[in-house]
């Protein structure tokens, strides 16, 4: 009788998509949840042209007559493997939790609460833990004085990167900057004895084990428009790497301490503007549902209520510049072009658009009813 019953598209009582919540760690509610995400995926196929998760689903299914139930445990792994959190499905989908539709789907997230649930079953191997924390291979890199960047040009290198942590031999690897954005921060300034300003900059991992450039490219602009930005020492990843992993401890680790950073420049007004989208996502959309319940506590000045806030209300700062720094990245080696384009911005006045003139630098009232407005390609 349970195998000839249509599966309902009505939300299970397995549906979790709060680690805080028992049920979420139940591999019994979890199975009830796929099933029912299998089963409205393939009688929607909206997003057969997203990432391999669905042409793995939906080939799978067609091969078993159309019957979910018949998808095996191998089967399933394979899809949630292939997912890399892009969430343009998410996006797509018309009967998302975002926008209200009483099936409450969230492939994602369903994705996320499978991985954290192998996290716990199985452990974190050495891939997930390397990868997991980049701001630790940052600076290991830095202590190999460049070497590390040698070596990852290095095809027997390579190969073993491949063997060891699963990293494609022939994956183009970001180098890894010989000092970070905190410390160009510290020496020119940027970070004060007192928190304050109308914004402080979070500047991610990439940035600050990466590509420093572009977090003072960021500055220069803010500054340029009027804007008075403010650095901070010690800021940690948002968390997306452990998390992708499962690795919710990590996470919680690493917000708790970007709070205690950030929260004295927010209770000043400050704004948290974060440079990559996908930071300023985890910090609007997935921080609410994973940081512990210490930190969601109700008090006269929450924390997490604090952060969220200030990462997602539109602010002054908004109204008179939102850029997009991939000019100056990608003339980051001309010194001379870029001291040209960075000239012409004074004459832009607040709140006025440049994107006539200079493409690449758009003003946006709003991005997303978000603070975290500078952003790269």
Same mark, same amino acid.
């Not at 139930?69 to 975002?98: G, H, N």
């Not at 650095?231 to 996470?251: F, H, I, K, V, Y």
């Not at 210490?294 to 952060?307: A, F, H, N, Q």
């Not at 008179?320 to 004074?346: D, N």
């Given at each position: 009788?349970?195998?000839?019953?249509?599966?309902?598209?009505?939300?299970?009582?397995?549906?979790?998509?709060?680690?805080?919540?028992?049920?979420? /760690?139940?591999?019994?509610?979890?199975?009830?949840? @796929?099933?029912?995400?299998?089963? *409205?995926?393939?009688?929607?196929?909206?997003?057969?042209?997203?990432?391999?998760s669905f042409p793995s689903l939906f080939?799978? @299914?067609?091969?078993?007559?159309?019957?979910?139930?018949? *998808?095996?445990?191998?089967?399933?792994?394979?899809?949630?493997?292939?997912?890399?959190?892009?969430?343009?499905?998410?996006?797509?989908?018309?009967?998302?939790?975002?926008?209200?539709?009483?099936?409450?789907?969230?492939?994602?997230?369903?994705?996320?609460?499978?991985?954290?649930?192998?996290?716990?079953?199985?452990?974190?191997?050495?891939?997930?833990?390397?990868?997991?924390?980049?701001?630790?291979?940052?600076?290991?890199?830095?202590?190999?004085?460049? *070497?590390?960047?040698?070596?990852?040009?290095?095809?027997?290198?390579? *190969?073993?990167?491949?063997?060891?942590?699963?990293?494609?031999?022939?994956?183009?690897?970001?180098e890894f900057a010989g000092t970070t954005?905190?410390?160009?921060?510290?020496?020119?300034?940027?970070?004060?004895?007192?928190?304050?300003?109308?914004?402080?900059?979070?500047?991610?991992?990439?940035?600050?084990?990466?590509?420093?450039?572009?977090?003072?490219?960021?500055?220069?602009v803010l500054e340029r428009n009027g804007?008075?930005?403010?650095?901070?020492?010690?800021?940690?990843?948002?968390?997306?790497?452990?998390?992708?992993?499962?690795?919710?401890?990590?996470? &919680?680790?690493?917000?708790?301490?970007?709070?205690?950073?950030?929260?004295?420049?927010?209770?000043?007004?400050?704004?948290? @503007?974060?440079?990559?989208?996908?930071?300023?996502?985890?910090?609007?959309?997935?921080?609410?549902?994973?940081?512990?319940?210490?930190?969601?506590?109700?008090?006269?000045?929450?924390?997490?209520?604090? /952060?969220?806030?200030?990462?997602?209300?539109?602010?002054?700062?908004?109204?008179?510049?939102? @850029?997009?720094?991939?000019?100056?990245?990608?003339?980051?080696?001309?010194?001379?072009?870029?001291?040209?384009?960075?000239?012409?911005?004074?004459?832009?006045?607040?709140?006025?658009?440049?994107?006539? &003139?200079?493409?690449?630098?758009?003003?946006?009232?709003?991005?997303?009813?978000?603070?975290?407005?500078?952003?790269?390609?």
């Amino acid at each position: 009788m349970e195998q000839t019953k249509n599966i309902a598209y009505q939300p299970t009582d397995g549906l979790s998509y709060a680690p805080s919540e028992a049920k979420y /760690w139940d591999p019994e509610a979890l199975d009830k949840e @796929i099933r029912r995400t299998f089963e *409205i995926c393939h009688g929607c196929r909206l997003c057969f042209k997203y990432c391999d998760s669905f042409p793995s689903l939906f080939s799978s @299914i067609d091969g078993k007559d159309g019957d979910v139930r018949q *998808i095996t445990a191998a089967e399933t792994a394979k899809v949630m493997d292939s997912c890399f959190q892009c969430k343009l499905c998410e996006v797509q989908c018309p009967y998302s939790e975002r926008d209200g539709h009483e099936f409450k789907l969230d492939f994602p997230r369903l994705v996320q609460r499978y991985v954290a649930q192998k996290a716990r079953r199985e452990g974190l191997g050495l891939r997930d833990r390397v990868l997991g924390n980049p701001d630790s291979a940052g600076a290991a890199a830095r202590a190999s004085l460049g *070497i590390a960047n040698v070596a990852n040009r290095v095809r027997l290198h390579r *190969i073993f990167l491949e063997k060891v942590l699963g990293i494609h031999r022939d994956k183009l690897l970001p180098e890894f900057a010989g000092t970070t954005f905190e410390r160009w921060a510290s020496h020119a300034g940027k970070i004060r004895p007192e928190a304050g300003g109308e914004a402080v900059l979070f500047q991610t991992c990439y940035v600050q084990n990466n590509e420093p450039e572009i977090g003072r490219d960021t500055i220069e602009v803010l500054e340029r428009n009027g804007v008075d930005v403010r650095c901070a020492n010690g800021l940690e990843c948002c968390g997306m790497p452990a998390w992708e992993r499962g690795d919710l401890e990590s996470l &919680r680790r690493r917000v708790k301490v970007n709070l205690r950073i950030l929260l004295p420049f927010i209770e000043r007004g400050a704004k948290v @503007i974060a440079i990559n989208p996908t930071c300023s996502m985890m910090m609007r959309r997935e921080h609410p549902t994973l940081v512990g319940p210490e930190d969601r506590k109700p008090r006269k000045r929450s924390p997490l209520l604090s /952060w969220i806030q200030a990462s997602s209300s539109g602010p002054s700062v908004t109204k008179r510049v939102s @850029i997009r720094t991939s000019a100056a990245r990608r003339e980051r080696r001309s010194p001379t072009t870029r001291r040209a384009i960075f000239a012409h911005r004074p004459s832009v006045s607040k709140g006025e658009t440049c994107c006539e &003139r200079f493409p690449e630098f758009r003003y946006q009232p709003s991005w997303n009813a978000a603070a975290t407005t500078a952003r790269t390609r």
